[in-house]
């Protein structure tokens, strides 16, 4: 049984950092994609950060330059660092695996939160002044 477990949300002001983390089980890290999604106010559930096969990576353009998803298979812990922190990056943040196998991350940031059988249960982030 897959199991997704997000931490690290909190308030920040605007130009902070935060790091998420996403502790994983029954899932194979090497083999799977695996990413970030949000929900912010108004809005769709959209992807944010793809970690693929060879730890190839794919970014929302909104969050390019400022965030950077990693992956430590020893712990089977997904991560989320996220630098320069925007009002507009409020919101609830969702760890997700896909069962897509041996995949490039941007294959993988085209699926879609649909393409995503596996979600944890979200942490919050608020950048406010």
């Known amino acids: 049984q897959v199991q997704l477990q997000e931490s690290g949300g909190d308030s920040v002001q605007p130009g902070g950092s935060l790091r998420l983390s996403c502790a994983a089980s029954?899932?194979?890290?090497?083999?799977?994609?695996l990413g970030w999604f949000r929900e912010t106010p108004g809005k769709e559930r959209e992807g944010v950060a793809i970690?693929?096969?060879?730890?190839?990576?794919s970014y929302a353009d909104s969050v390019k330059g400022r965030f950077t998803i990693s992956q430590d298979n020893a712990n089977n812990t997904l991560y989320l660092q996220m630098n320069n922190l925007k009002p507009e990056d409020t919101g609830i943040y969702y760890c997700?695996?896909?069962?897509?196998?041996?995949?490039?991350?941007?294959?993988?940031?085209?699926?879609?939160?649909?393409?995503?059988?596996?979600w944890g249960q979200g942490t919050q982030v608020t950048v406010s002044s």
């Open positions: 997700a695996a896909t069962t897509v196998q041996y995949a490039a991350a941007w294959y993988c940031f085209t699926l879609g939160r649909e393409g995503y059988a596996y």
């Open positions: 970690i693929g096969t060879s730890r190839t990576t």
């Open positions: 029954g899932y194979n890290f090497d083999r799977n994609c």
